[in-house]
């Protein structure tokens, strides 16, 4: 079968840089799950922002809530947000300038107050639309009121049972269920309710909105590696919809050009605002041959990646992604 023609990106996407995850030497002879946790260590979650990481300090921060208000605007320290009722919740980030299947994509726990309670503590007047997140590092970014105040949407200030590490927002952070990383602000310093806010990502053209759209990644193979034919090859990966599509009901690989799919096993699950990690068994055939691997997920309301692609688009991207691998001789 002819191969077909996809345009490969470099490892600079437009929302920023592409971390890749790399195995030292030699591919193991036993390939490892790829990821290998459903909770992401501190150390391996992706970083991404605008410029460098803003180091603030715990003592001098102050996050002051602003705008449409019906109350006097309120200006908190951290132990007044860690004073309040805490809540704790799995949730996994996405980056939307992710080209299709790499590594922008991790899982935490995360602690943190509901960012209804503070903007309760204010009340938003009635022209009140958005809600903006005013950031150390000049970000700047709105949410709809609608969804700041979803029960699930927080500010988080503990990421796998310690202080949000600098990279990750300390001392706050958004984490806005359902939407791409650009809609989860890191180091806030001010919460302002206003009519309307073109956020920083928006003026070059990327989505207001910014759902995560039905995904998944490959984790094993990577590009271009080295199969043995004749054994047992565990493809692996995860795939994400953050509850859009009522979570992910199955994920299928093809290692023949899309023709036929096998169900892959979904072997960590949590929350439908996570990922879930997927592998499949694959009886390599014995012959050399260069292979391509597909893997494609199915969302619980029928959706499903039907189509095959790589390119960043500025709303997210949908098609499945595909691994250019070789089958070696033992
Ligand atoms: N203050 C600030 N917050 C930000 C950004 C930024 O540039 N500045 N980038 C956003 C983008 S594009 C992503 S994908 C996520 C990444 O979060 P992480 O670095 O904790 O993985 O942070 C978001 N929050
Ligand atoms: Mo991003």
């Known amino acids: 079968m002819k191969r077909r023609t996809f345009i490969k990106l470099s490892a600079i996407s437009a929302a920023g840089m592409v971390l890749p995850l790399q195995l030292e030497g030699q591919a193991p002879a036993k390939p490892l799950l790829k990821p290998s946790t459903l909770i992401t260590p501190n150390a391996d979650f992706y970083i991404l922002q605008i410029g460098n990481p803003a180091v603030l300090d715990a003592k001098n921060w102050r996050m002051a809530i602003t705008g449409l208000i019906e109350k006097q605007p309120l200006s908190l320290g951290l132990a007044d947000i860690t ?13 939307i300038g992710d080209p299709i299947g790499t590594e922008q994509m991790s899982n935490a726990n995360w602690k943190g107050v509901r ?42 200030y503990e990421m796998n049972g310690v202080p949000l590490p600098t990279e990750h927002g300390f001392p706050i952070r958004l984490l806005n269920p359902g939407h791409y ?60 919809d953050a509850g859009h599509h009522g979570g992910i009901k199955k994920v299928e690989v093809s290692v023949d050009y899309g023709q036929t799919w096998q169900e892959a096993e979904i072997w960590a699950k949590d929350t439908p605002l996570a990922w879930v990690l997927w592998k499949w068994d ?10 391509e691997i597909y893997a494609r997920a199915t969302a619980n309301s029928g959706l499903i990646q039907d189509e095959i692609g790589i390119e960043v688009e500025p709303v997210g991207a949908i098609p499945y992604h595909m691994i250019d691998a070789k089958i070696v001789e033992p």
């Open 282 to 291: 694959w009886h390599v055939p014995a012959e050399a041959n260069p292979v």
């Open 83 to 95: 004073a309040m009722e805490a809540v704790e919740a799995m949730r996994t980030l996405k980056c």
């Open 181 to 240: 990383g650009t809609k989860n602000p890191k180091w806030i310093v001010n919460i302002h309710l206003a009519k309307a806010h073109e956020s920083y990502w928006e003026k070059q053209g990327w989505d207001p909105i910014a759902n995560v759209k039905l995904g998944t990644m490959i984790g094993t193979p990577s590009e271009g590696e080295e199969i043995i034919g004749g054994k047992i090859y565990t493809v692996s990966g995860a795939a994400f």
């Open 115 to 156: 960012l209804r309670d503070l903007l309760e503590k204010v009340g938003p007047k009635p022209e009140a639309k958005v809600v903006v997140f005013r950031c150390a590092d000049n970000y700047h970014t709105a949410i709809p009121l609608a969804d700041a105040m979803r029960e699930e949407t927080l500010l988080a």
